[in-house]
């Protein structure tokens, strides 16, 4: 299973970004995702989860969630904004992979059994930082996750 991975568009989904995500069975958007719009076109490419970010403060965004919690396969998959606002251990429920956003430094990253994944910004550039996306692919119980930079 291909999950597309996406956050802080700010506004701008580029070109390069959806067709980077075409063909996934499920997109994420972790949040900063500017007009509402924008979800309806990833949303015509395949099902959407999309959680809310800082910036998202429009009143059609204040019925987001701030976090998402998802089953793909046999992979608990938790979706955050800012992964300094998770506090591990308040429930049960464990994620074997954290997909976050907020910082726009892609990255992928493995700490304590969990898969941790930035897409990056797909949005409008900030500092040298690079233009991303990620994708997720599971498989059963295995998860592993790459980044895609996109051309600036």
Known sequence: MRIG???DTHGLLRASALEALRGSAQI????????????????AEAPLTVVRGNNDSESWAQSLPEQARLQLESIRVLVVHDLKTWVPG?????????????????????????????????????????????????????????IIELPP
């Not at 972790?30 to 924008?38: K, M, N, S, V, Y």
């Not at 990253?109 to 996306?133: D, E, H, K, M, T």
């Open 28 to 43: 994420i958007h972790a949040g900063d995702i500017g007009p509402a719009d924008l979800l309806q076109t990833l949303a």
């Open 90 to 146: 308040i429930d049960s429920w464990q994620p074997q992979v954290i997909v976050s956003g907020h910082s726009h430094q892609p990255s992928v990253r493995q700490a304590n059994g969990v898969l941790y994944v930035n897409p990056g910004s797909a949005g409008p550039r900030r500092f040298r930082l690079p233009i991303a996306v990620a994708e997720l692919l599971i498989s059963g119980a295995q998860a592993q996750a790459r």
């Open 5 to 7: 991975l996406i956050s």
